[in-house]
Nanobody
């Protein structure tokens, strides 16, 4: 069984920064990609950023480009999300997911970490 734990959320003023962490542990699996998604109250879960495990290519939602940066620690099966210039619309629960090699979907979701940006 794979266990995913997100951390680093909190409350910050608009314009501030936070760094989220996510680590997957337990049963080993071949990682194709890991990603951050978020879900605001009353809205569907949306993609934020992802990173390919081989090569480290990164992808971002338009809403966070230039403000957020995703990185990985391959030995730990961990990813991080540096969030700068935070806006009130970034307020959401942030989730981390993993995509296995050969799979089309992300799985192994964690419990999420709350990010609140006050204006």
């Amino acid at each position: 069984q794979v266990r995913t734990v997100e951390s680093g959320g909190g409350t910050v003023q608009a314009g501030g920064s936070l760094r989220l962490s996510c680590e997957a542990s337990g049963r080993a699996f071949s990682v194709y990609s890991m990603a951050w998604f978020r879900q605001a109250p009353g809205k569907e879960r949306e993609f934020v950023a992802s990173i390919r495990w081989s090569g480290g290519h990164t992808y971002y939602a338009e809403a966070v480009k230039g403000r957020f940066s995703i990185s990985r620690h391959r030995a730990k099966t961990a990813i991080y999300l540096q969030m700068d210039s935070l806006k009130s619309e970034d307020t959401a629960v942030y989730y981390c997911g993993s995509q296995r090699v050969g799979s089309d979907d992300y799985a192994y979701w964690g419990q999420g970490t709350q990010v609140t940006v006050s204006s």
